[in-house]
T-cell receptor
Framework: GNSVTQMEGPVTLSEEAFLTINCTYT??????LFWYVQYPGEGLQLLLK?????DKGSNKGFEATYRKETTSFHLEKGSVQVSDSAVYFC???????????FGQGTELSVKP | GAGVSQSPRYKVAKRGQDVALRCDPI?????LFWYQQALGQGPEFLTY????????KSGLPSDRFFAERPEGSVSTLKIQRTQQEDSAVYLC???????????FGPGTRLTVL
């Protein structure tokens, strides 16, 4: 069945460091891929998405590229801020408007 | 406009009690999803509605879990005879029909003692 695997956390970085959170997936066909973020005490928010191979999603300085050849959708940011501290979830949907399948989440802590 | 709302935000139940969790989706959103998020884990799919029709309930963990959306807007997730393993955050999400992005509510944190 479809699944998502992301790197385990917690990840602790200093402010202005480069961030990579790895995400790989297993799916048949051509899923849509997402990164959701959960800030402390808040609900899940969509961070970015990509709906076809080689698409790059971007938002708030975060980027992820849909790589079908490596079945990956790694999240990157060039310079993290303390306000980026949150839990990040990679997810896929195997068809438009279908249920989401999430990874286990990666907690990011950014220190000043 | 208003986002997805859920109530109550927190619920404490004694083992064996029945609970009902409510979700108000974004107005006009045809699709509605329920997910269960255990502590430290990613959300897991429970069930899906398209308008009032429950099209997928493959994620409901047992027959103690029941969901409905009788008029195609508000949805209720009911858990009968709660058990400790039901303790989790229950998330509701809605989306326009056929669109990939789901919008999540704040969740209901259920604690079963």
């Amino acid at each position: 069945g479809n699944s998502v695997t992301q790197m385990e956390g917690p990840v602790t970085l200093s402010e202005e460091a480069f961030l990579t959170i790895n995400c790989t997936y297993t799916a048949t066909g051509y899923p849509s891929l997402f990164w959701y973020v959960q800030y402390p005490g808040e609900g899940l928010q969509l961070l970015l998405k990509a709906t076809k191979a080689d698409d790059k999603g971007s938002n708030k300085g975060f980027e992820a590229t849909y790589r079908k050849e490596t079945t990956s959708f790694h999240l990157e940011k060039g310079s993290v801020q303390v306000s980026d501290s949150a839990v990040y979830f990679c997810a896929l949907s195997d068809h438009q408007g279908g249920k989401l399948i999430f990874g286990q989440g990666t907690e990011l802590s950014v220190k000043p | 406009g208003a986002g997805v709302s859920q109530s109550p935000r927190y619920k404490v139940a004694k083992r064996g009690q029945d609970v009902a969790l409510r979700c108000d989706p974004i107005s006009g959103h045809v699709s509605l999803f329920w997910y269960q998020q255990a502590l430290g884990q990613g959300p897991e799919f429970l069930t899906y509605f398209q308008n009032e029709a429950q099209l997928d309930k493959s994620g409901l963990p047992s027959d103690r879990f029941f969901a409905e959306r009788p008029e195609g807007s508000v949805s209720t997730l009911k858990i009968q005879r709660t058990q400790q393993e039901d303790s989790a955050v229950y998330l509701c999400a809605s989306s326009p029909l056929g669109r990939p992005t789901q919008y999540f509510g704040p969740g209901t944190r259920l604690t079963v003692l």
